[in-house]
């Protein structure tokens, strides 16, 4: 099992900057992505980033030259540094984790964080 425990958001006005983090613990073999998703109300979840294990990253349209994701491996920790921040930012943010719980099964199972609340305002 994976527990994850964010931190990070709060009300910003419109231009700001805020960084989201994310720790991963518990028990598991190796978390292979991990990333931020965001949802706001009446919306569906949707991707704001993603980093693999390797560094590789993929980010949403509306995020791209605004939002970088970074992850420390050794510490299994991701974070989400939120730059010109909009108010269709404005959303809760949630982090996720992409885990394999035992090194002998493949299979990898998906966790949330409880999410954390991002709000753009002037």
């Known amino acids: 099992q994976v527990q994850l425990v964010e931190s990070g958001g709060g009300l910003v006005h419109p231009g700001g900057s805020l960084r989201l983090s994310c720790a991963a613990s518990g028990s598991f073999d190796s978390i292979n992505v991990m990333g931020w998703y965001r949802q706001a109300p009446g919306k569906q979840r949707e991707l704001a980033a993603i980093?693999?294990?390797?560094?590789?990253?993929n980010y949403a349209d509306a995020v791209k030259g605004r939002f970088t994701i970074s992850r420390d491996n050794a510490r299994n920790t991701v974070s989400l540094q939120m730059n010109s921040l909009k108010p269709e930012d404005a959303a809760m943010y949630y982090c996720n984790a992409d885990a394999r719980l035992l090194s002998w099964v493949r299979t990898t199972k998906n966790y949330w964080g409880q999410g954390t609340q991002v709000t753009v305002s002037s």
């Open positions: 980093i693999t294990v390797g560094g590789d990253t």
